[in-house]
């Protein structure tokens, strides 16, 4: 198992950026694919990036695409999201998640806490 804690969240401005960090410990960080999430209310958790454990391939959503980046440091144990110019529908609460396939959401089983994030208009 991976315990994983979020950290970044906040309140920002359309148009802001915020930095999300996940922090790993436990099994072999290295080992995993990590994947950001987010849910808003009302609606379904949604898999927004993701990274193969190499790093060499990864994952967003059109929602996200040339907005959004995520990257990994398996010295560090720490997977990050940098988000650029978000917009008010980005609000909802991130989640870091661990899991064996990059893009099989069904494969991530380790989670986080999540971190809040709202943008205001």
């Known amino acids: 198992q991976v315990q994983l804690v979020e950290s970044g969240g906040g309140l920002v401005q359309a148009g802001d950026s915020l930095r999300l960090s996940c922090a790993a410990s436990?099994?072999?960080?290295?080992?995993?694919?990590m994947g950001w999430f987010r849910q808003a209310p009302g609606k379904e958790r949604e898999l927004v990036a993701a990274?193969?454990?190499?790093?060499?391939?990864?994952y967003y959503a059109d929602s996200v695409k040339g907005r959004f980046t995520i990257s990994r440091d398996n010295a560090k144990n720490t997977v990050y999201l940098q988000m650029n110019s978000l917009k008010p529908e980005d609000t909802a609460i991130y989640y870091c998640?661990?899991?064996?396939?990059?893009?099989?959401?069904?494969?991530?089983?380790?989670w986080g806490q999540g971190t809040q994030v709202t943008v205001s208009s």
């Open positions: 998640a661990a899991g064996t396939a990059t893009t099989v959401t069904s494969s991530y089983r380790d």
């Open positions: 436990g099994r072999t960080f290295s080992g995993y694919a």
């Open positions: 990274v193969s454990w190499s790093a060499g391939r990864t």
